[in-house]
């Protein structure tokens, strides 16, 4: 079960299943998708019920599977999705992380974790991998050496070594709070910045569009950057 609640310049997207660590259905996933990609709010924080961040894909439905490439194919469309959109996504990692969970968190825009949070991949324990877009964005977010040793080891991280290895951003005992100080920031801005910065075109066209991006801004807050000045 997905829930969001809207509190002005934030949406809140939690994933509602403690007793089953926030292990995601295929249904789950959809809903997921909608909640995070249909906000009008510039800033999204993920976050999960109860104890667990999110265990993942359930395994019950990823035993039950007619056609695992599908499902696999279904959970990278939906971190694309979330990586794509225009709000800016926080993860807010309270609990464990496992799997599918840990790729859901690398698909948003900013990850935060609490003293309490863990992080795992477990899939090589199980004979799996995650296949929600991890193998492509763990190495860009932690370089190939960390990537490689946490998901063939298959270990759990704590919140102070997801930090060393660039897995997470920041160790903070309130995620929200992260998510709704970002929401305070001018949210064209947010957005150019994050088109920009997640923006994978060849160096010349990301230059053009970065200043392209620049002159849009300038045109829209130039009179309040000259009033702020004159305070």
């Known amino acids: 079960m997905i829930r969001t609640t809207d509190d002005g310049d934030l949406r809140v997207v939690t994933i509602d299943r403690p007793a089953r660590r926030n292990a995601l259905r295929p249904t789950d996933l959809d809903a997921l998708e909608a909640a995070v990609t249909g906000a009008d709010a510039p800033v999204v924080l993920l976050r999960g019920s109860g104890p667990a961040f999110c265990a993942g894909a359930d395994l019950d439905s990823v035993t039950d599977l007619d056609d695992p490439e599908a499902f696999a194919k279904h959970g990278q469309r939906v971190a694309d999705a979330i ?17 599918g969970g840990v790729e859901l968190a690398l698909a948003c825009d900013v990850r935060v974790a609490t003293p309490r949070a863990t992080l795992g991949e477990p899939g090589v324990r199980l004979g799996l991998f995650g296949a929600w877009g991890g193998t492509v964005r763990l190495p860009r977010v932690v370089g190939e050496g960390h990537a490689l040793e946490f ?11 997801a930090l060393r290895m660039g897995l997470v951003s920041r160790i903070v005992d309130d995620p929200r709070a992260v998510a709704a100080s970002m929401a305070d920031n001018d949210h064209r801005s947010l957005r150019i910045v994050k088109e920009r910065l997640r923006d994978r075109g060849n160096r010349d066209g990301r230059l053009e569009r970065e200043a392209a991006g620049f002159a849009e801004l300038h045109r829209a807050n130039v009179d309040d950057i000259a009033a702020s000045r004159e305070k």
């Open 83 to 99: 990586e794509a959109t225009d709000s800016v996504v926080v993860a807010g990692i309270d609990g464990a992380a496992r799997g």
């Open 151 to 161: 998901s063939l080891s298959g270990r759990v991280v704590d919140a102070d070594e």
